[in-house]
């Protein structure tokens, strides 16, 4: 099933971007977005509880308003105000407007898995494109949620990257992502019953920690008991990265015990300088090194992503050099390697590796101890990598 407005929305590709495509080059890294940009409105979850509490009284009602909305919003997933029958009349559409600003509008949503999958395109209050993707499982629900509008840490396989970073996203469009996919789940519109999120992936489009604090808001939120946010486990949360080192450290002492998901790609500095730009920055030993920490501080196995690309990264050598930097910290069990079949970009170079050279990989992997899997390519034929819908339009 498909659904799309009847207007068309805007390109998702920067100017930067279109210019950089035309003349051949890369595009350049991109630490901080564009300034100048108008900030999202201000929504209930972009603060604590005490902070919307507050905010009602400078709106000149009562406190305990904010947290009727708070259930409203985080516990009942509610998002019509006719609903909420404890507010009153004359006020709900005053509270409505000051703490639950609509944040995106969906313009397509696509079902793959017999609807088990669905990947919605949002269109955020300034045009910005972003995706999310739901995916429910036997065990688990998922969402994958993207942190930026764009992407600036511009790696050449990835749609996003080369789509240049438009802005940050606030805390709230992040959460609204999670609330949306929840609503779905609760109210019964995914195959399987009603359900809840279990699991929260920040691997859609973004840099997550490029956008750190309101990244972490996000994780907050997710995590703090109802009403004051979801009530999820820390431990059902994964944050990725391309390897900002600063921020992984910084992460470390946040006392959140969320999983740390380390796009690698290379184990070797020359390829990786190519895949992955920030290593010019950030050498591979750096990264890795930054990961053992967070592990070892806070005893959370650390993920190493790797997309398998046909001649470019999956050749057999490889394997054993990934093997071996992971092991030079010890073989405690602080790491584990998910390798991605790549989800090609239309007319893209880049592809996804021979299953048989895969295969191999593996077999290298785990033949030096290596605990390894293989993810599920889920949503392949409804552009589930994220960035490759709004690239489109």
Same mark, same amino acid.
């Not at 992936?201 to 004051?228: H, Q, S």
């Given at each position: 099933m498909v659904s799309m407005s009847e207007s068309p929305a805007p390109s998702a590709t920067s100017p930067e971007a279109e210019a950089a495509a035309m003349a051949g080059r890369a595009l350049p890294l991109v630490m901080s977005p564009p300034r100048g940009r108008a900030k999202p409105p201000r929504h209930l979850a972009d603060l604590s509880l005490p902070e919307r509490q507050e905010a009602a009284k400078e709106l000149g009602l009562p406190?305990?308003?904010?947290?009727?909305?708070? #259930?409203?919003? !985080? %516990? $009942?997933?509610?998002?019509? *105000?006719? @609903?909420?029958?404890?507010?009153?009349? #004359? @006020?709900?559409?005053?509270?409505?407007?000051? !703490?639950?600003?609509?944040? &995106?509008? +969906?313009? /397509?949503?696509?079902? =793959?898995?017999?609807?088990?999958?669905?990947?919605?395109?949002?269109?955020? !209050?300034?045009?910005?494109?972003?995706? +999310?993707?739901?995916? /429910?499982? *036997?065990d688990r629900a998922t969402m994958c949620v993207s942190s930026q509008a764009g992407c600036g840490m511009a790696c050449p396989f990835c749609a996003t990257g080369q789509g240049g970073l438009q802005r940050n996203m606030s805390t709230a469009e992040i959460v609204e992502q999670v609330v949306a996919g929840a609503r779905?789940?609760? $109210?019964? %519109?995914?195959?399987?019953?009603?359900?809840?999120? +279990?699991?929260?992936? !920040? &691997?859609?489009?973004? %840099?997550?920690?490029?956008?750190?604090? =309101?990244?972490?808001?996000? #994780? $907050?939120?997710?995590?703090? *008991?109802?009403?004051?946010?979801?009530? &999820? +486990?820390?431990?059902?949360?994964?944050?990725?990265?391309?390897?900002? #080192? *600063?921020?992984i450290r910084q992460l470390a002492d946040e006392g959140i015990p969320v999983t740390l998901a380390l796009s690698l790609h290379a184990p070797d500095d020359e390829l990786r300088n190519e895949l992955v730009p920030i290593n010019t920055r950030f050498s591979v030993a750096?990264?890795?090194?930054?990961?053992?920490?967070?592990a070892h501080k806070t005893k /959370?196995?650390?993920?190493? %992503?790797?997309? &398998?690309?046909?001649?470019?990264?999956d050749?057999?050598? /490889?394997?054993?050099?990934?093997?071996?930097?992971l092991n030079s910290y010890g073989d405690w069990g602080w790491v584990h390697v998910n390798l991605i079949p790549l989800n090609p970009i239309e007319g893209s170079k880049w592809t996804a590796s021979d299953p048989a050279d895969e295969r191999e990989f593996v077999r290298r992997l785990e033949a030096k101890g290596i605990s390894t899997t293989v993810r599920d390519t889920r949503g392949r034929e409804i552009d589930g990598a994220c960035g490759q819908l709004a690239a489109k339009e």
């Open positions: 406190a305990f308003r904010a947290k009727q909305l708070s #259930v409203h919003y !985080f %516990e $009942r997933l509610v998002d019509d *105000p006719e @609903q909420m029958t404890d507010l009153p009349a #004359v @006020q709900r559409a005053d509270l409505v407007a000051g !703490f639950l600003p609509e944040l &995106m509008t +969906s313009l /397509r949503t696509l079902e =793959a898995d017999k609807g088990t999958t669905r990947k919605t395109l949002w269109k955020l !209050f300034d045009g910005a494109l972003v995706e +999310s993707v739901l995916m /429910r499982y *036997p779905s789940l609760a $109210r019964g %519109e995914v195959p399987g019953g009603p359900g809840r999120v +279990s699991n929260v992936v !920040f &691997m859609g489009m973004g %840099e997550p920690l490029a956008n750190y604090k =309101a990244v972490i808001g996000a #994780v $907050r939120r997710l995590t703090a *008991p109802a009403p004051d946010g979801l009530g &999820m +486990s820390a431990r059902g949360i994964t944050v990725s990265t391309v390897g900002l #080192v *600063p921020r750096e990264t890795v090194e930054a990961a053992w920490e967070y /959370r196995r650390v993920s190493i %992503e790797y997309a &398998m690309m046909r001649g470019i990264n050749q057999a050598w /490889r394997a054993d050099l990934l093997a071996d930097v």
